[in-house]
Nanobody, 127 residues
Framework: QVQLVESGGGSVQAGGSLRLSCAPS????????MGWFRQAPGKEREGVAV???????YYADSVKGRFTISKDNAKKTLYLQMNSLKPEDSGIYYC?????????????????????WGKGTLVTISS
């Protein structure tokens, strides 16, 4: 069983930055795709950014150019650098991991299902 532990959430003003981190307990076939999802109050959970085992990245249109997903294989850590934050970026951010599924021209993506989920970390952006 893969366990995912997020850290780095918090409160900042609009225009600020935050970096989220996620440490998986193990790397397996089911961590081929790793990413960040978020859920705002009253809204469905949505994919924010995903990275595959080869380093290819996928972003939701709403965060392109502002968020960067990356991973440090030596430290076994996944990151989400969030810049130019907006109030609508607020929500609970979940780290997720999953095995590859071909969909929409790629094996991983922000709309693909995931197999493992962290407990989430709260991000609050004030205007």
């Amino acid at each position: 069983q893969v366990q995912l532990v997020e850290s780095g959430g918090g409160s900042v003003q609009a225009g600020g930055s935050l970096r989220l981190s996620c440490a998986p307990s193990v790397y397996t076939y089911s961590t081929f795709c790793m990413g960040w999802f978020r859920q705002a109050p009253g809204k469905e959970r949505e994919g924010v950014a995903v990275i595959d085992n080869d380093g290819s990245t996928y972003y939701a249109d709403s965060v392109k150019g502002r968020f960067t997903i990356s991973k440090d294989n030596a430290k076994k850590t996944l990151y989400l650098q969030m810049n130019s934050l907006k109030p609508e970026d607020s929500g609970i951010y979940y780290c997720a991991a999953g095995s590859p599924h071909w969909s929409g021209g790629s094996w991983c993506g922000v709309k693909n299902g995931m197999d493992h989920w962290g407990k989430g970390t709260l991000v609050t952006i004030s205007s």
